[in-house]
């Protein structure tokens, strides 16, 4: 089995509230990642975990969390949700590091109001 | 920065036309490049990759060759078909000790029967 599995596939969420989406994969990979997928922008790398290491990218540091209770989920967690927010999120997960084929959920589309 | 660029947004063909989506990319050093394909309601999914010059990736007849001396990684098939509707993302590959990838905007291909 080689998906990788997002709930809920639509969220919705009002201003000021947390907002948590989850991600499985059961193909025992080391590395899950988190993209934000803006209309007509590009998919863009949150945070990624590799094993237990969190690593988030820079310009957005202080907007998301994440967390990994085991190898085959991970969590990313907005904790104040604000119209900004509002895009497709979408998992993905690979075997070990470096230039390694990532699989793709299906993705969590977020509305803000 | 490093970036990645797609020249098309959108792309319409008929059945049997010779396709070419253009992504030319911006990197320091020697980046890995791909292509992944998106579905209507799926992840992205992985064609190919290259990760050298002049090395050629392939895939269910798409192709792609890495150019450093143009900066290129045009994807090319030589006869669409109507099951080739998708969005169309190039990809570089920036740190191989993490496997972070920039993507492209996407080029929405569309097969007329």
């Known amino acids: 089995d080689t998906t990788v599995k997002q709930n809920p596939r639509y969220k919705l969420a009002r201003v000021g509230k947390p907002v948590n989406l989850i991600c499985s994969q059961t193909?025992?990979?080391?590395?899950m990642y988190w993209y934000q997928k803006k209309p007509n922008q590009a998919p863009k790398l949150l945070l990624f975990?590799?094993?237990?290491?969190?690593?988030r990218e820079a310009d957005t540091f202080e907007k998301f969390q994440s967390s990994r209770p085991n190898n085959s989920f991970c969590s990313l967690y907005i904790g104040s949700a604000g119209l900004e927010y509002s895009a497709m999120y979408l998992c993905?997960?690979?075997?070990?590091?470096?230039?390694?084929?990532?699989?793709f959920g299906p993705g969590t589309r977020l509305t803000v109001l | 920065g490093d970036s990645v660029t797609q020249t098309e947004g959108q792309v319409a063909l008929s059945e049997e036309d010779f396709l070419t989506i253009h992504c030319n990319y911006s990197?320091?050093?020697?980046?890995?490049l791909f292509w992944y394909v998106q579905c209507p309601g799926e992840g992205p999914q992985f064609l190919f990759r290259?990760?050298?010059?002049?090395e050629k990736g392939s895939s269910r007849g798409f192709e792609a060759t890495y150019d450093k001396g143009t900066t290129s990684f045009h994807l090319r098939k030589a006869s669409v078909q109507e099951s080739d509707s998708a969005v169309y993302y190039c990809?570089?590959?920036?740190?191989?000790?993490?496997?972070?990838?920039?993507f492209g905007q996407g080029t929405k291909l569309s097969i007329k029967p």
């Open positions: 193909m025992n990979h080391d590395t």
């Open positions: 290259a990760s050298r010059d002049k």
């Open positions: 990197a320091s050093g020697y980046p890995a």
């Open positions: 993905a997960s690979s075997r070990g590091w470096g230039y390694a084929e990532q699989f």
């Open positions: 990809a570089l590959g920036v740190n191989y000790n993490q496997g972070k990838l920039i």
């Open positions: 975990y590799y094993d237990k290491i969190l690593n």
